[in-house]
Nanobody
Framework: QVQVVESGGGSVQPGGSLRLSCAASGSIFSIGAMDWYRQAPGKGRELVAGSGSNTYYADSVKGRFTISRDNVKNTVYLQMNSLKPEDTAVYYC?????????WGKGTLVTVSS
């Protein structure tokens, strides 16, 4: 069994910062991509940042968000700076392990004054 758990969400004012973490645990032999998605109220889920063979950022977060990973800890991070109200969403982690995608339950980020 594989578990994927996100943490680090919360409420922050515009211009603030948050750091999300996502840890994968369980029967893991090798991990491929570890990606961050988000789903805003009333919208579909979108890929925000990816840490596969090439690092990817959505245009809306380039220059503000940074994805990084610790392969020893099977953990991926998302440093979010200069947050905007439109960044408000549930952020999900998706991890590719052994050819299967595993999702966490999400962590809520609210950006509001």
């Amino acid at each position: 069994q594989v578990q994927v758990v996100e943490s680090g969400g919360g409420s922050v004012q515009p211009g603030g910062s948050l750091r999300l973490s996502c840890a994968a645990s369980g029967s893991i032999f090798s991990i491929g991509a570890m990606d961050w998605y988000r789903q805003a109220p009333g919208k579909g889920r979108e890929l925000v940042a990816g840490s596969g063979s090439n690092t990817y950022y959505a245009d809306s977060v380039k220059g503000r968000f940074t994805i990084s990973r610790d392969n020893v800890k099977n953990t991926v991070y998302l440093q979010m700076n200069s947050l905007k109200p439109e960044d408000t969403a549930v952020y999900y982690c998706c991890v590719l392990i052994g050819g299967y995608y595993y999702w966490g339950k999400g962590t809520l980020v609210t950006v509001s004054s």
